[in-house]
């Protein structure tokens, strides 16, 4: 192997970014290195190690690819050798290095692609995944993990209107990675992919990106309407750019004591791709389009207030005695009061899949030419039964928005709590096990 360097040694992605800082010195003709290039490179740094996996708490990258996968191991030995070879590339991968190092014995196989040689860490995370058939599947206890299947851990329910396509469904592992630049996050991908050969194989995947909104604005989806205001925590303007986020996000997302030891710091995803006619929404009303959401499209304020943070006042009645925020509006059906209490913490991205025939059944408005776009739906939460399905069972009959979505792939995972440096991840769950 060569070095465009130059040098014996084919260079790490850290050592391009140092060697960049360097030439960036030189075209300053002041011969020592200015510290730029490197604080750049190390505020593209997210913590790999740590109580909670990065990605959650995480301020949210612009870019998105996640992963589902099927064990095809026969030992339970060979998922934790898979585990670890994972941990170790990603901790890599998240400082900008190689997957493995370069160079360091005549591998047939380079031990990285190098897609993402030379290019920033760009805040990559990589959040691993449990699914159900982990523990279980088609009623098998294929590697003694059985009885550690959490209680949070259920088949979801098939949930109205639901046309899941078994190709973008389910997964017994997830791997998401995201970062603020796409093939960095493919990248990373690829590279546990490889490591996963012959122990697991991709089952299905989604790419999906947000705007480049300018900080501190809540980024628009495809229909145009800000999302993610009303997340945990609820004040925008005090988020912080880092995991560090207030208790009420912690209350929400993170599993405590009541969770089984190895989920405690951990969390449960649920991830829907949902389809949205965006042809149909295009040339509906503006007006419509609101009642719809229940907010007002470019303030992103609750129907009839002006800021952003107003409070939604779901007792707001107009002068005929009807709600503000209809019965079906989404956010009526979204908001905590109309859920016992339940939350949870969304971090969706938008995803753009070209165009194609649908085969969509209903409405017949969305069948045809079609974009296929939408919403990757992802969110995070202590117990899924609580939360997501709570609020999900009401909202697939009576959301207003239905007329416009179709759930076309879904999954539920149990990420694990963060990684100890020298441990992999889930090794809590595999050492109970043994
Ligand atoms: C294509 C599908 C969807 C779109 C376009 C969408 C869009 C939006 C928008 C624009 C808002 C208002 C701004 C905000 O507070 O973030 C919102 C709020 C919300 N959405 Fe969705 N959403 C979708 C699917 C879902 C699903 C599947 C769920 C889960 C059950 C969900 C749960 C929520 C919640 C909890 C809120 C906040 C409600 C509140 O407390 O005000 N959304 N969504």
Redesign the pocket.
């Known amino acids: 192997m060569t070095c465009p360097f130059g040098h014996g040694k084919p260079p790490s992605r850290r050592a391009f970014l140092g060697a960049a800082g360097g030439l960036v010195a030189v075209a300053g003709s002041s011969g020592a290195a200015p510290p730029v290039a490197k604080t750049l490179a190390q505020s593209a740094i997210e913590p790999f190690w740590g109580p909670h996996q990065g990605g959650i708490a995480t301020h949210q990258q612009t870019h998105t690819y996640f992963a589902t996968f099927d064990l095809l191991a026969s030992q339970r030995a060979q998922i934790v050798t898979m585990l670890r070879a994972w941990t170790a590339a990603a901790a890599r991968m998240s400082t900008g290095q190689t997957a493995g190092p370069l160079g360091a014995e005549p591998a047939k196989i380079a031990p990285d692609g190098g897609a993402a040689i030379g290019l920033s860490p760009a805040r990559l995370t990589i959040t691993f995944g449990f699914g159900a058939g982990l523990f279980v599947k088609d009623g098998q206890d294929r590697y003694g993990l059985a009885a550690q299947r959490p209680a949070s851990l259920v088949d979801l329910p098939k949930f109205h209107g639901d046309q899941l396509e078994p190709a973008r469904t389910g997964g017994d592992l997830s791997v998401q990675a995201c970062a603020d630049d796409p093939q960095v996050a493919f990248h990373a991908v690829r590279e546990l992919v490889r490591l996963a050969y012959g122990v697991a194989q991709l089952r299905w995947a989604q790419s999906g990106f947000l705007p480049s909104t300018p900080p501190g604005e809540t980024p628009r989806?495809l229909?145009g309407?800000?999302?993610?205001?009303?997340?945990p925590p609820h004040s925008l303007s005090d988020r912080p750019a880092t995991a560090d986020l207030p208790r009420a996000f912690d209350r929400v997302v993170w599993v405590g004591e009541a969770g089984p030891e190895w989920m405690r710091g951990g969390s449960y995803l649920v991830a829907?791709r949902?389809r949205?006619a965006l042809e149909h929404w295009d040339r509906t009303e503006l007006d419509f389009q609101e009642e719809v959401?229940g907010?007002h499209k470019y303030s992103?304020a609750p129907l009839g207030m002006t800021g952003e943070l107003d409070d939604?006042g779901l007792e707001r009645e107009d002068g005929e005695g009807n709600p503000v925020i209809g019965e079906t509006a989404?956010?009526r059906l979204?908001?905590?009061l109309a859920n016992d209490g339940a939350q949870?913490f969304?971090r969706a991205y938008s995803y753009n899949d070209g165009a194609s025939f649908t085969a969509e059944r209903w409405p017949p408005w969305r069948q045809g030419m079609m974009y296929d776009s939408?919403?990757f739906?992802l969110?995070y939460q202590t117990d899924p039964r609580t939360s997501?399905i709570r609020?999900?069972e009401r909202?697939a009959r009576f959301d207003a928005?239905n007329q416009y979505?179709t759930h076309n792939g879904s999954a539920l995972f149990a990420c694990p709590g963060g990684i100890d440096e020298g441990t992999y991840i889930g090794q809590r769950l595999f050492e109970t096990a043994l």
């Open positions: 989806n229909m309407f800000r999302d993610g205001t009303n997340n829907r949902i949205i959401i907010r992103g939604l989404h956010v979204g908001s905590a949870m969304r939408g919403l739906f969110c997501f609020m999900f909202m928005l979505t």
